[in-house]
């Protein structure tokens, strides 16, 4: 990833973090929610950050050093979706959603989506400018719909 990616996106859950943070620190005198939903969050955030880890290791696999060239990634959900990695990473969100209970994780975890459907969609059309023998029925995020 190049250095002027890599610094605002960091930047951005550092941000994220220290606000969902914060958020938590300022419901602390509210009462609980009626339906304690930190055991699901907890199992969606460690399946997430499972899965995300898995396909990121598949796609440092890609390139063999000193290799320039672009590659249509296989393994894992890659077969079925653009990029599985973004679809973990929303499902981990989703977990820290549930966790927190909070509008503003909520609020991240809506704002995060909509921006990775949207990389997730670019990324489809450079697949498909790309490569002729790109498969066309592979889905943009979520398996079989979408």
Partial sequence: MLLDSAIPISFSYF????????????SQDMPEPAIDLKYPGLALFLLGIAG?????????????????????????????????????EIIGFCGVSLIAQTVYSLSFTLGTTLYLIGRSSATKKWYLSKFENFPREIKTLIPYIF
Avoid: E, W
Wanted: aromatic share 16%; charged share 15%; with cysteine.
């Fill in 15 to 26: 941000i994220s973090t220290v606000s969902m943070i914060y958020a938590q620190y300022l």
């Fill in 52 to 88: 995300n880890f898995y396909h990121h290791v598949l796609l440092s696999k890609l390139r063999i050093k000193d290799d320039k060239g672009y590659k249509i990634p296989k393994g894992g959900l890659f077969g079925l979706v653009i990029c599985p990695h973004y679809l973990f």
